[in-house]
């Protein structure tokens, strides 16, 4: 059996996109300046900003970007945010990367593998502060080492941040390609695949799959990747190069509302939940979603902090150290500028 992995954004990909999005490109310019366009009533005055998120429906940590919309926080702080849902890290980079949207809430370790693939975005904030994927199995799947692994299916999502660390956990633990087989999955019916045993193990955030498990009455363990060996970033910002040289007050004052937003998560989950769960129509059960919010807000940097958002190039040498060692990313830009901490809302 062979392994099946979407490669890593190429400059070609990102060209034919451009030319694609030409049209969207011009509008999404013509609309980013502060009070450069009208949008619904009353929020004419208001910065226009969109936003690519990660998934293609709610999970519990877009809590904070629900409670901004309907908390009016995004509005406090003089903006007017629209998301997309595109339904990956990778592809929620390339819609920045296209100048589809201005900003993207997305897995940092795959945008290292798209900025090394020259894609034009820059880190303006680390929001999670340990790496959650790894792989889940149900009880009675042994999945004790590395090894454990081999013969498996994995389910895995092209355009996801795990299809950026699935194949560097592989070969960081020298396990072929002929052991596995990598089934390519939507990033919302890889748990149904594990479910009903199209799949041994999906690839992701571990603790978002155990507390589904849970939810439906089943046992789930996992293992992240992180304890074996792969100490990469997770979830942040990043901005389109254009964007962050043109407006980097408005993306300061949208770190800030999500700041915002993001403590009054921490705060009550359960009350943030009910927003959200009202809001995903049904899609997000209340229960699931503070179970979810147990697993990701220990992993989340505290944003009473002063150095809230910050990052270190450390980090950032260490995730593409291991990446273009292990995970086949190649490319030639700075490990320093691919990311500032000048735009953060700190003092």
């Given at each position: 059996?062979?392994?099946?992995?979407?490669?890593?954004?190429?400059?070609?990909?990102?060209?034919?996109?451009?030319?694609?999005?030409?049209?969207?490109?011009?509008?999404?310019?013509?609309?980013?300046?502060?009070?450069?366009?009208?949008?619904?009533?009353?929020?004419?005055?208001?910065?226009?900003?969109?936003?690519?998120?990660?998934?293609?429906?709610?999970v519990?940590?877009?809590?904070?970007?629900?409670?901004?919309?309907?908390?009016?926080?995004?509005?406090?702080?003089?903006?007017?945010?629209q998301?997309?849902?595109?339904?990956?890290?990778?592809?929620?980079?390339?819609?920045?990367?296209t100048?589809?949207?201005?900003?993207?809430?997305?897995?940092?370790?795959?945008?290292?593998?798209?900025?090394?693939?020259?894609?034009?975005?820059?880190?303006?904030?680390?929001v999670?502060?340990?790496?959650?994927?790894?792989?889940?199995v149900?009880?009675?799947?042994?999945?004790?080492?590395?090894?454990?692994?081999?013969?498996?299916?994995?389910?895995?999502?092209?355009?996801?941040?795990?299809?950026?660390?699935?194949?560097?956990?592989?070969?960081?633990?020298?396990?072929?390609?002929?052991?596995?087989?990598?089934?390519?999955?939507?990033?919302?019916?890889?748990?149904?695949?594990?479910?009903?045993?199209?799949?041994?193990?999906?690839?992701?955030?571990?603790?978002?799959?155990?507390s589904?498990?849970?939810g439906?009455?089943?046992?789930?363990?996992?293992?992240?990747?992180?304890?074996?060996?792969?100490?990469?970033?997770?979830?942040?910002?990043?901005?389109?190069?254009?964007?962050?040289?043109?407006?980097?007050?408005?993306?300061?004052?949208?770190?800030?509302?999500?700041?915002?937003?993001?403590?009054?998560?921490?705060?009550?989950?359960?009350?943030?939940?009910?927003?959200?769960?009202?809001?995903?129509?049904?899609?997000?059960?209340?229960?699931?979603?503070?179970?979810?919010?147990?697993?990701?807000?220990?992993?989340?940097?505290?944003?009473?902090?002063?150095?809230?958002?910050?990052?270190?190039?450390?980090?950032?040498?260490?995730?593409?150290?291991?990446?273009?060692?292990?995970?086949?990313?190649?490319?030639?830009?700075?490990?320093?500028?691919?990311?500032?901490?000048?735009?953060?809302?700190?003092?």
């Amino acid at each position: 059996m062979h392994a099946q992995r979407k490669p890593l954004v190429t400059r070609r990909m990102l060209a034919t996109l451009v030319a694609l999005s030409a049209t969207a490109t011009l509008a999404a310019c013509s609309s980013s300046a502060p009070g450069g366009a009208s949008g619904p009533e009353g929020e004419a005055d208001l910065a226009p900003v969109s936003l690519s998120l990660d998934w293609n429906s709610y999970v519990a940590y877009h809590a904070p970007f629900v409670l901004a919309q309907e908390n009016g926080i995004w509005a406090e702080h003089g903006l007017s945010v629209q998301h997309t849902m595109p339904g990956g890290s990778g592809d929620a980079l390339l819609e920045v990367g296209t100048a589809k949207t201005d900003l993207a809430w997305a897995d940092l370790s795959t945008s290292v593998a798209s900025m090394l693939q020259d894609v034009p975005v820059t880190a303006v904030a680390k929001v999670q502060d340990r790496n959650a994927s790894g792989l889940t199995v149900l009880e009675g799947t042994k999945l004790d080492s590395a090894e454990d692994v081999k013969g498996m299916r994995i389910g895995s999502t092209p355009g996801g941040s795990d299809s950026t660390l699935i194949g560097a956990f592989l070969r960081a633990n020298n396990i072929s390609e002929n052991d596995v087989q990598i089934v390519s999955l939507p990033a919302n019916g890889k748990f149904a695949a594990l479910m009903t045993g199209e799949v041994d193990a999906i690839s992701g955030q571990v603790y978002y799959y155990i507390s589904n498990a849970a939810g439906q009455g089943a046992t789930a363990e996992g293992m992240s990747y992180s304890d074996l060996g792969l100490d990469v970033l997770d979830h942040g910002f990043v901005a389109g190069n254009d964007f962050l040289e043109r407006e980097p007050e408005t993306i300061t004052s949208f770190l800030a509302a999500y700041r915002e937003a993001l403590a009054l998560t921490i705060a009550d989950p359960a009350a943030a939940c009910a927003v959200l769960s009202g809001k995903s129509e049904g899609a997000l059960l209340q229960a699931d979603c503070e179970a979810q919010l147990d697993g990701w807000l220990p992993l989340v940097g505290d944003p009473s902090e002063p150095g809230w958002g910050e990052s270190t190039e450390a980090e950032w040498a260490s995730t593409v150290a291991i990446l273009t060692e292990f995970g086949g990313a190649d490319g030639e830009r700075e490990t320093a500028t691919m990311f500032t901490n000048e735009v953060l809302p700190n003092d």
